[in-house]
């Protein structure tokens, strides 16, 4: 997977993710949404099969609401999958 900045910009901020379908960007913008610098987060993809996503950011600070999403979408990861394992008997 790849990621390809766009635009960048004070208040925006553009990333193409090479070799997502919907997964990666759809989890990133959810959790932009829980950042209230965050005035816009969205993700368009031009065609379901073809084509990489396109995270659009505006707000504040886009690259540190992107950092957090990340850092936050990585946490609650940690935590589902000790949950997960707990759940499953420790296997």
Not at 1 to 28: A, F, Y
Not at 69 to 76: G, L, M, T
Request: charged content about 30%; some cysteine.
């Amino acid at each position: 997977m790849d990621v390809n900045v766009k635009k960048s910009g004070k208040d925006t901020l553009n990333v193409e993710i090479v070799g997502d379908t919907h997964t990666l960007s759809n989890l990133l913008r959810d959790e932009l949404w829980n950042d209230s610098a965050v005035s816009f987060a969205a993700y368009e993809k031009k065609h379901p099969y073809l084509g990489n996503p396109m995270l659009v950011i505006k707000g504040k600070d886009p690259m540190k609401s992107l950092k957090g999403a990340i850092k936050r979408s990585q946490d609650n990861i940690s935590v589902f999958e000790k949950q997960f394992v707990k759940a499953c008997g420790g296997k």
